[in-house]
C-alpha cells in the first residue's frame, strides 16, 4: 500500500509538473479532430491541409496561438493569390512549364520568407496552390480558393479551442518564467558571492549561468506573446515589457559581478570587503528568492532594506579602504578589479528597486482585475 500511494503521488506530482503540456496535447487533439469533422461535414476536397494547419496554429499559449494564426494565414493568402496568379499565365501543359512555373512561384515567396518570418507559410502555399491542378481536377484560382479555405477553418478552430480548451494566457506564463528565473539567480547568487570568501564550484555556478540566459531569452518570446493577448484585449494584466528589462539588467549586473570574482581580491580587501560580500549575497538571494514568491502568488516584493543594509556596508567598508590610502598602492589592474565590482554593486542596487516596483505593479494590478472580477 505505501508504494503504491508514492506511486500515486509521485504520478501527481508528475501531472502537477506537466500540467501545461498536457493542456496542449489535449487542446492539439481537440482541434485536428474538429478540423477533420468540419472538413468532412464542409466537403473539403483534401481535409489533410485543413487538420495540419489546425494542429500547426494550436500553440502552447493563446497568445502564440494568436500570432501564429495571423502570420499563417498572411502568408497564406498573399501566396495563394499570387500562386494562382502564375498557375493561369504559365499553365502546365509540359515538363518545361511545369518546372518554369514552380521556379516562378516558389522564388519570389521564399525571398518574401527569408525578409519577413511572418511569411514563412508562403513557400509551402506557393508550390501547394500551383501543384495542385496537376493532381486534382482544379483551375488554380480553384486550388487558391480551396487553400485560403482550409486554412480559415483549421486556423479558427485551432484558435477557438485554444480560447475555450483549459486555455494557458502568455501573461501567465511570462510571470511563472520570471519567477523562475528569479529563483535561478538567488542560487546564482549565494554561491558568487560565497566564492569571494572560499574556493568556489565553478562547474555549477556556469550551469546556472547558462540557465539563466536560456529562461531569459524565453521570457521575451513570452513577454511578445503575451502583448500579443494585450493587443486583442484578451487579458487586462499590464505589460511584461519593464520586468524583462530589468531581469536582463539583473543578468548583466551577475555578469559584472561573476566576472569580478574570476581574480582574488588582495589584502586587506579580501579579509575586510569578504565578510560584506557574503552578506550582500545572503540578502540578495533572500531577496529575490521573495521576489519569485511575491510573483507567483501576485503579492507586494519583500521589503528591500536587509540589501540595501548590506550594500552600505560593502560601500563604507570600500569608502574607508580609500580613506586610509590603500586603494593608492593597488597595482593599476588590481584597482581596477575593486571599483568594476563597486560599479556593479551600485547598478545592482538601482535595478532592485526597478524589480520591486515591477512586482508590485503586477500585484497591483491583478488585485484590481480580482476586483472587477469579483
Known amino acids: 500500500m505505501m508504494q503504491l500511494s508514492s506511486a500515486i503521488q509521485s504520478f501527481g506530482t508528475w501531472l502537477a509538473r506537466h500540467r501545461v503540456e498536457l493542456g496542449l496535447s489535449l487542446r492539439v487533439t ?38 501564429a494564426t495571423f502570420d499563417y494565414f498572411a502568408g497564406t493568402v498573399g501566396a495563394a493569390i499570387y500562386a494562382g496568379g502564375v498557375g493561369l499565365v504559365f499553365p502546365v501543359t509540359n515538363d518545361i512549364a511545369l518546372f ?20 514563412s507559410a508562403a513557400p509551402f502555399t506557393a508550390v501547394l496552390v500551383f501543384l495542385a491542378p496537376t493532381i486534382t481536377n482544379v483551375t488554380p484560382i480553384e486550388s487558391a480558393l480551396e487553400r ?66 536560456k529562461t531569459l531569452v524565453c521570457l521575451e518570446t513570452i513577454a511578445l506573446e503575451a502583448r500579443q493577448e494585450r493587443a486583442v484585449r484578451l487579458t487586462p494584466e ?52 521573495g521576489c519569485a514568491r511575491a510573483l507567483l502568488t501576485r503579492r507586494g516584493p519583500p521589503p528591500v532594506d536587509t540589501v540595501l543594509a548590506a550594500l552600505d556596508g560593502y560601500a563604507g567598508e570600500m569608502s574607508a579602504l580609500r580613506q586610509e590610502g590603500l586603494t593608492r598602492v593597488l597595482p593599476v589592474h588590481a584597482a581596477e578589479h575593486i571599483f568594476a565590482l563597486g560599479f556593479a554593486l551600485d547598478q545592482m542596487r538601482h535595478h532592485f528597486h526597478d524589480l520591486a516596483r515591477s512586482v508590485t505593479e503586477h500585484s497591483v494590478e491583478s488585485q484590481r482585475n480580482a476586483l472587477r472580477s469579483g
Do not use: C
Request: glycine content about 6%.
Open 148 to 213: 485560403v479555405f482550409e486554412v480559415a477553418v483549421g486556423g479558427s478552430i485551432g484558435l477557438i479551442v485554444s480560447l475555450l480548451v483549459l486555455p494557458a494566457r502568455a501573461h501567465v506564463l511570462a510571470i511563472n518564467t520570471a519567477a523562475h528565473m528569479l529563483e535561478l539567480m538567488a542560487r546564482f547568487q549565494s554561491g558568487m558571492f560565497a566564492s569571494f570568501s572560499e574556493p568556489p564550484d565553478r562547474a555549477k555556478l556556469l550551469h546556472l549561468q547558462d540557465s539563466i540566459g
Open 100 to 119: 518554369s512555373g514552380v521556379a516562378i512561384a516558389v522564388a519570389p515567396a521564399t525571398l518574401l520568407a527569408t525578409l519577413n518570418a511572418r511569411f
Open 30 to 67: 481537440i482541434s485536428a479532430l474538429a478540423t477533420l469533422a468540419a472538413s468532412e461535414m464542409l466537403h473539403l476536397r483534401i481535409p489533410l491541409w485543413a487538420v495540419l494547419t489546425a494542429v500547426i496554429l494550436t500553440q502552447l499559449s493563446v497568445g502564440r496561438s494568436l500570432r
Open 238 to 289: 499590464p505589460d511584461q515589457g519593464p520586468l524583462v528589462r530589468t531581469m536582463l539588467r539583473l543578468r548583466h549586473d551577475l555578469v559584472m559581478i561573476w566576472r569580478a570574482t574570476l581574480e582574488p581580491l588582495p589584502e586587506p580587501f579580501k579579509a575586510r570587503l569578504g565578510p560584506r560580500l557574503t552578506q550582500i549575497g545572503t540578502a540578495t538571494t533572500d531577496y529575490l528568492n
